[in-house]
C-alpha cells in the first residue's frame, strides 16, 4: 500500500517532468505519452500512481530513466541484465512501423500521425 507521502513526491516529480518536457495540454501530453488524459490528469493533480507498465511507457515516451521513474511511484526497478537485454523502447517500435509504412504501403507522415492519434484515443 502507497503512502500520501510517496504520492506527493509522485505528483511533485510528474508536474517537474511536465514543465521540463513542456507537455503543456493533457491532449499534447498524450499524443507524447500514449497515456490516456484520465490517466495523465491523475497523476498530475492527486499523485495517484498508475500501473507499473503505464510508468514505463511514461518514462520510456519522456526519454528518461525507467528505474527512476519505478522507484518514484514504489514499484521494483528493472534488473540492470533485463534493460540490455530488451533495449528496444515503444518509441523505436513506432519508428520501425513507420518506415514500414512509408517504404511498403506508401503513407504519408501525416497519416501515420493521424494513426498514431486515433490509436491514443482508443486507449481511453
Known amino acids: 500500500m502507497r503512502n500520501i507521502d510517496q ?3 509522485f505528483k511533485e516529480a510528474v508536474n ?3 514543465d521540463i518536457h513542456r507537455l503543456g495540454t493533457y491532449r499534447h501530453a498524450r499524443q507524447v505519452t500514449g497515456l490516456s488524459t484520465t490517466v495523465l490528469f491523475d497523476m498530475r493533480s492527486y499523485g495517484r ?3 507499473r507498465g503505464l510508468v514505463i511507457q511514461w518514462a520510456e515516451h519522456l526519454g528518461e ?4 521513474w519505478l522507484r518514484l511511484a514504489g514499484y521494483d526497478p528493472i534488473p540492470a541484465k533485463l534493460i540490455y ?3 528496444t523502447t515503444v518509441n523505436q517500435i513506432k519508428e520501425q512501423v513507420a518506415q514500414y509504412l512509408i ?3 506508401g503513407m504519408s507522415l ?3 500521425q493521424a494513426m498514431w492519434e486515433k490509436l491514443g484515443e482508443k486507449q481511453e
Open 65 to 68: 530513466e525507467v528505474n527512476k
Open 110 to 112: 501525416e497519416e501515420i
Open 7 to 9: 504520492e506527493q513526491q
Open 16 to 18: 517537474a517532468a511536465w
Open 49 to 51: 500512481i498508475p500501473s
Open 103 to 105: 517504404e511498403q504501403k
Open 85 to 87: 537485454e530488451t533495449a
